[in-house]
Each structure stands twice: as structure tokens, then as C-alpha cells.
């Protein structure tokens, strides 16, 4: 996914980073709000800050678990 900022910045976002959003239909993918601080997919009950894709960060609602 693509996301351009207001200063002109485009980051590319992979999908893999936000299952909900890799598994959902391409026009799920559309339907999304912007607001001050993100990005909001009702539908999908997604949301992704800016300032997290800034920082890197992907799903924070899975734990990773750990390895054996």
C-alpha cells in the first residue's frame, strides 16, 4: 500500500504488515476514512496511525510468538 503524507512523503506499506488488510477484498481495501492522526477501515475494524508506519511498526494486535 501506498500512503502519501502531507509533506510530500510516500511511504510503501507491504500488506503483510496488516493482515486484515492483506485478506480483504480489493474494495474493502478502498472504503477507508482519513483522519489528523491515520488511517481507519470501519468495514475492517482497521486502524493505522502515521506515526507508527513512520516508526515502522505493522499489526500490534498479535502477539508474536516465540520461537522454540
Same mark, same amino acid.
Given at each position: 500500500m501506498w500512503v502519501e503524507l502531507s509533506d510530500g512523503r510516500i511511504l510503501g506499506i507491504p500488506l503483510v504488515w496488516f493482515p486484515r488488510l492483506l485478506n480483504a477484498k480489493p474494495e474493502q481495501r478502498l472504503n477507508y476514512e482519513l483522519s489528523v492522526s491515520g488511517l481507519h477501515w470501519n468495514e475492517l475494524d482497521e486502524d493505522i496511525s502515521v506515526a507508527g508506519l513512520?516508526? +515502522?511498526? +505493522?499489526?500490534?494486535?498479535?502477539?508474536?510468538?516465540?520461537?522454540?
Open positions: 513512520l516508526m +515502522g511498526c +505493522g499489526d500490534s494486535t498479535k502477539i508474536p510468538q516465540a520461537a522454540a
